[in-house]
């Protein structure tokens, strides 16, 4: 069974420019989720899909960061404009329901880098 | 808001040592706890899922406990490998969203 996937695996932009990340969840899975994870640390959750449904964005920063979730399956993660400070590692996980008690599988993530 | 601590951050053992790692969370009221692994320059993968309602979960050299009163979990690694060598993250379930701590980095010697 193929594992979360992600694209791309490295980006490397200059400040003000948009980006995009794309990632496509286990099959079958309805919860998606993107997380940021800086250097040193554990990531931290940016936002929650119930299928196509974002249920919890309260970490996004909206200013700067969208994302979509058409037909429920593929997912896109949008910065524009980044900023030196958006520079990480942007993970994607998924798990078959969102009822908080099923396990969350981790693509391989995209390591941004904005000079 | 749930704070998630692991101590050591870095930890470097012999081969064939068992590991001890420790997880402790602030608010007990979590759904589940899940262990995971991390390579520089990779993703997660998941070890381990302890459901709240239980008090360990075993894979192979691997065992999880979880303490869920006094807010802590340990992830026990047998005779240990130098492929073994990692950063371990362990994660809480409440309110639906993971909550990580910054991990422990560990180096197994040869």
């Known amino acids: 069974e193929a594992g979360v996937v992600q694209s791309p695996r490295y980006k490397i932009i200059e400040k003000k420019q948009p980006v995009a990340f794309w990632c496509n969840p286990i099959?079958?899975?309805?919860?998606l989720y993107w997380y940021l994870q800086n250097l040193g640390q554990g990531p931290e959750l940016l936002i929650r899909?119930?299928?196509?449904?974002?249920?919890?964005d309260s970490q996004l920063p909206k200013d700067r960061f969208s994302a979509e979730r058409l037909k429920g399956v593929d997912s896109t993660l949008k910065i524009q404009p980044a900023e030196l400070g958006d520079s990480a590692v942007y993970l994607c996980a998924s798990s078959l329901e969102g009822r908080g008690m099923d396990e969350q599988f981790f693509g391989p993530g995209t390591r941004l880098t904005v000079l | 808001k749930q704070e998630v601590t692991q101590i050591p951050a870095a930890l470097s053992v012999p081969e064939g040592e068992n590991l001890v790692l420790n997880c402790s969370f602030t608010?007990?009221?979590?759904?589940?706890l899940q262990w995971f692994r991390q390579d520089p320059g990779k993703g997660l993968t998941s070890l381990l899922l302890?459901?709240?309602?239980?008090r360990e979960q075993t894979s192979g050299r691997l065992n999880a406990s979880l303490d869920k009163s006094s807010g802590r979990s340990t992830l026990y690694i047998a005779a240990s490998q130098p492929g073994d060598s990692a950063t371990y993250l362990c994660a809480v379930v409440d309110d639906y969203k993971l909550s990580f701590g910054a991990g422990t980095t560990v180096t197994v010697r040869a």
């Open positions: 302890i459901q709240s309602s239980q």
């Open positions: 899909y119930e299928n196509e449904e974002a249920v919890d």
């Open positions: 099959s079958g899975h309805n919860t």
């Open positions: 608010d007990s009221a979590i759904y589940n």
